[in-house]
Each structure stands twice: as structure tokens, then as C-alpha cells.
């Protein structure tokens, strides 16, 4: 029995030969998943609205790697799985740009809508559908929606001295085959470990928390994940 399998309680599937897509690859939590994702074996494209600046990002994270950019609309097209970490305020005109590109794929949605405001720290925004990874299934009525990956470290995930993420990732969605493909993507990453959290209607919370560890963090000058007790 392998450590991942003695991790988890359910059958996950084999998601090794995938090629991930990540939108919004050029900012640092996307570029650290390209490179955790690479790292694991998977060829990684990442997507950036110009494919100069895409191919950057992926030249950045070296030449050993299976990394290489495109524009969006490309990097959505060519990727079994994509993963969306674009800022918040481009969040919803990026999904309908790319409806026809997303239709039939797995979108694991990691954005975390949060204001910023000086002395108070960071907050949660309201969003109309409930969450961030509620507004792209509103969008994306042809994806298979999943919510995962909203309190991982970028810096953490970009630090090359980092060998192993020990943390838990929440994955939550309506699609039981979709979210266990997820927690499996999670796992090919050392140390960390895919835990279903729940359907897309409790995204919500697992979002706006991400307010609440950046303020731990602040305070203990750290980089605190999550760990899951008990299963």
C-alpha cells in the first residue's frame, strides 16, 4: 500500500498522463501550482490573455520542466483539466470568454474573492451566486465545476527549498467523479492530500476562511495550510 493510498479512505483515480491548463498562470499561485504540478509529472500549459507573457512565466520556472504558455483560449483548449486562479475582478469576464474552449472539462476553481483594506486586514467580498467557484458553474453551464486549492501558499509552492506541501486541500463540488479527480491531483503533489469538503453551494465559506489564515499569517510571519483530523 502506497502513502497516498494509506492517506485517504476512498478509491482515487489514476490521474497521472493529465495535461493541466492554468489560467492565470503568470500570477504566483498559479505559477507554484504549474510548478508543484510539473514537478509531479504532468505536462502543464500555462494561459495568460498574451501567449509571450504565458511562455514567460513558463520559462521562468525552467527549462527542465514540462511547462510551456499560451494565450488563454489555447491553454483552456489543450488541457484535460484547468484550473482557474485569475484575480477576482477578471474572474467572470474570463469564463464567458472561454465557454465554448471549458465545455465538457473538469475547472477546478481556486479564486478567492477578498477585499483588502489598510488597519482591518484582509475580508471576504459578497459575490450574487455565493462564491467565486458558484459564479463559474453559473457561467460555465457545460464544465464539470470543482472548488479546490484556496489555501495553499504561492510562496510555499514557488519556494524550491519546499520538497513537501504538508497540508490538507478542500475540494468540494456536485460531481462525485470530478471531485475525486481533483483529490487525486492533490495528492500527486508531496505532502499534500485532496479532502472532500462538501457540494459548490459551501464554497462560500472555504473561500472568505482564506481571509481569515492570511491574517493568521500575518501575525505568526507564517505560511499555515490546513490539516484535516480524523480521516
Known amino acids: 500500500m502506497t502513502e497516498q493510498q494509506q492517506k485517504t479512505p476512498y478509491d482515487l483515480p489514476d490521474v ?119 459564479q463559474a458553474a453559473s457561467v460555465l453551464t457545460g464544465s464539470r465545476v470543482v472548488a479546490a486549492f484556496h489555501h495553499v501558499s504561492a510562496k510555499l509552492l514557488l519556494d524550491p527549498e519546499v520538497a513537501e506541501m504538508e497540508l490538507d486541500v478542500l475540494v468540494l463540488g456536485n460531481d462525485r467523479e470530478a471531485t475525486d479527480l481533483v483529490q487525486a491531483l492533490a495528492g500527486r503533489i508531496p505532502g499534500m492530500r485532496g479532502v472532500y469538503g462538501g457540494r459548490l453551494h459551501n464554497a462560500g465559506q472555504v473561500e472568505a476562511f482564506t481571509a481569515n489564515l492570511i491574517s493568521m499569517n500575518r501575525r505568526y510571519k507564517a505560511h499555515a495550510g490546513l490539516r484535516i483530523t480524523d480521516v
Open 16 to 134: 497521472g498522463g493529465l495535461t493541466i491548463g492554468i489560467l492565470g498562470g503568470t500570477g504566483d499561485q498559479g505559477k507554484g501550482l504549474a510548478r508543484r504540478f510539473a514537478l509531479a509529472g504532468h505536462r502543464v500549459v500555462i494561459g495568460s490573455r498574451k501567449a509571450k507573457r504565458a511562455q514567460q512565466a513558463a520559462d521562468d520556472l525552467g527549462a527542465d520542466l514540462p511547462v510551456s504558455g499560451a494565450e488563454n483560449a489555447a491553454a483552456a483548449s489543450g488541457a484535460d483539466v484547468v484550473v482557474v486562479a485569475v484575480p477576482w475582478d477578471g474572474h467572470k469576464a474570463l469564463l464567458e470568454s472561454l465557454r465554448e474552449e471549458l465545455a465538457g472539462k473538469i475547472v477546478v476553481d481556486c479564486v478567492n474573492p477578498l477585499g483588502f483594506e489598510k488597519g482591518k486586514g484582509a475580508f471576504a467580498l459578497p459575490v450574487e451566486e455565493g462564491s467565486a467557484a458558484e
